[in-house]
């Protein structure tokens, strides 16, 4: 008998009709003979429902309480789909994310799973039961209630995976799979059968938010395959693996993009030790996460350093970042909110060449200017206009002619 | 430092403001130099809202699946209260059930308190932290939520009160205290200063649902004063208590009514041993509370046999009866729903006499029939006509002066 675990989204757990649908998904599942452990979020709208009322109540709620407060929605969800699968005829358990032994540090509202005690899933799989567990939740070991974050389902549900010995992680959502780009940009965007964990890394990372990267991590690490399929279709969805046949790919899978980038650009910095860090350190502190950073050659010892932020952080980072600029001296602090990224990302591209040069070049050919260039081992990143993103995105699917099956 | 546990029902945080207002009192109890633990149930109709969810799904949810989804509720209140408190300026933590040690046996949807270990809510109240739990709801030795039935909050608070030696257990609701009789009827009514446990007891089993029976008792048993006051205004509530004062009086404390009656009559019962059980065990087994049984004297070794039940309870007793009925030879079975039933009750009434006759004078007086009487140590109840119970509630109260103070 196989083990499975399947996630289950916001949008698939909405309401008590959508609830009904998914526990007949599950049931076929079970049907098939599978041991199955399914992980849930909170329904619909409810996170941003109990955050609405706890800024009622107080313009900056402890972390510890928000936490408590926003694990209740998970807990909801869970419970009504034991009873949809009841009602179904299957023996059905929901356990909190205490109860299915999910320990993590005390980092409230964004914390880190440490370990799972799966003692009571096992248990609970050995009686038979198909268990629900409440997502994007832990308990610490002085037994307080924590959260994952922002899509820490995906993590809960990578995490009892590997804790299980699952055969594969699940994850159900509103989309049929991974695209090769963005399909309501690009017609002829493809959903891709299979792809790798670093490949699905970089594409959460850089824009296409389906799926959490620390989940991907996780899987990766542990070398558990990882399944994006929708909740509503039959479609197969797209397989996230390490297996052998990553290994010779040696093509671009997909591109990923961004409209949401700002650009800080601090002219005329004395190029000695320290100067990063002194820029860097409080604009970490400050909670503000920094993306891409160019520093270009020095002349005369005086170089130019740029970097993007978010567009949402940009008046805080600017106002972190302009008394440091006047105090190492610099000629100018500069800042552009109108920008955006774009990538193409494939393993194996940097042993490759050649991805880099028809990059530029489809972006030459549509007359877009690239501001920046950053890139990892399978993925290369322009920064250009935020007005040619769309542009640039369908230029480069057909560029590398990802609208082909493989 | 004295303690003290105060508790608040669902009317009093039924929305943010009504949390803040809430949240005053309390911080208002605290800078008095009490140390205080609150007990919070769920906000206004949540409980029923989260039912009504389960029944979209589940016609008939699993007791314990529906005691997670409940146990939610207040879950959501606690940690709203603790921001509230914290805006205020004052260290608030909130914990659930199960993390404030409420250990039950495993009896879902009316879990009894087997202990509390109160290791968690002494660190926090040690910590100068006023402690917050979330009511109605325990864990049990496995680790599964259960809830403690309607109005178990106020078991909560008064066993946290036990175990955690406060000097008082305050219950704060939407009424100003007990009232000599229902004050909707009697516009006379006054709220009394104090009373004593049993007193409150046959109150609030007989009609005043103010409090919860099980609570009171608990108070009882451990000897706890409960104050039962208005989260609304300031009025000085009333103190249920054993002392002293108790002992000496000697009179009727209030009058307490029920509109909710059926009477089933079985004629013609032959009077041998064994017939009683045959009646009762299958009632008991369909979960049916019979109320007042009277059994008349035997002619010819033959009885008749009435006792009441809740009116909603009416058409299924008479199934289970029927055909028990049939097979001891019963002549008839007789029913009859239209009824109410009026007490009154007072501390050592049966030591007294006159009570009684005095009772059933004022009634006569109205032109009230009596159907059936029944009687305890500290209370007589009359079962009357549906239709004249409201007269009955104005005319005891008049006769036994209860306008007066004492």
């Known amino acids: 008998m196989a083990l499975i675990v399947q996630k289950y989204g916001g949008s698939s757990v909405a309401d008590a009709e959508k609830i009904k649908s998914i526990a007949r998904r599950i049931a ?12 849930v979020s909170a329904m619909g709208d409810t996170t941003d429902e109990l955050i609405n009322l706890a800024y009622q109540i107080d313009s900056c709620p402890s972390d510890r309480e928000l936490d408590v407060l926003l694990s209740t929605g998970e807990i909801v969800s869970s ?3 034991a009873m949809a699968l009841k009602t179904l005829g299957y023996a059905a358990i929901s356990l909190s994310g205490a109860q299915a032994g999910i320990r993590t540090d005390a980092a409230h509202s964004r914390a880190r799973i440490l370990g799972i005690d799966p003692g009571r899933v096992v248990r609970e799989l050995e009686k038979g039961k198909i268990v629900i567990v409440a997502g994007f939740q832990g308990i610490t070991d002085e037994m307080d209630i924590t959260t994952l974050g922002r899509g820490g389902s995906d993590t809960t549900a990578v995490a009892l995976a590997v804790s299980l010995g699952a055969g594969v992680c699940q994850i ?26 670093e490949e699905m890394l970089e594409l959460a990372t850089y824009g296409a938010r389906v799926m959490h990267p620390r989940a991907v991590e996780l899987g990766e690490i542990y070398k558990v ?24 790919r040696n093509k671009v899978t997909g591109i990923a993009h961004d409209p949401n980038v700002a650009k800080i650009t601090v002219v005329g910095v004395p190029d000695r030790p320290g100067i990063a860090s002194s820029i860097f350190e409080p604009l970490a502190k400050a909670d503000i996460s ?26 805080r980072a600017m106002e972190v970042v302009r008394p440091i600029a006047g105090s190492i001296n610099a000629r100018q602090c500069a800042s552009d909110s109108k ?57 480069l699917h057909k560029a590398f002619e990802l609208e082909q099956a493989e």
């Open 28 to 39: 076929a599942a079970r049907d098939e003979g599978n041991q199955v452990v399914v992980v």
């Open 339 to 395: 920008l955006g990224k774009v990538s193409i990302i494939g393993t194996g591209m940097q042993n490759t060449p050649g991805y880099a040069a028809r990059m530029f070049s489809a972006l030459s050919e549509q007359g877009i200017n690239i501001q920046l260039i950053t890139t990892s081992e399978i993925r290369i990143t322009c920064i250009i206009d935020e007005a040619r993103v769309e542009e640039a995105v369908r230029a």
């Open 290 to 315: 920094v993306d891409t950073i160019v520093q270009n050659a020095s002349i005369h010892n005086i170089t130019d350093l740029t970097f993007t932020v978010a567009k949402s952080d940009l008046d």
């Open 172 to 197: 159900y959502t509103d989309v049929d799979g991974i695209y090769t780009a963005d399909p309501r940009l690009v017609p002829e965007a493809r959903s891709l059968d299979e792809m790798g964990y």
């Open 79 to 81: 419970t009504l789909l």
């Open 225 to 248: 395959p990882i399944l994006v399929a929708s909740s509503f279709t039959d479609s197969s969805g797209t397989l996230i693996h390490g297996g052998a046949s990553m290994e010779i």
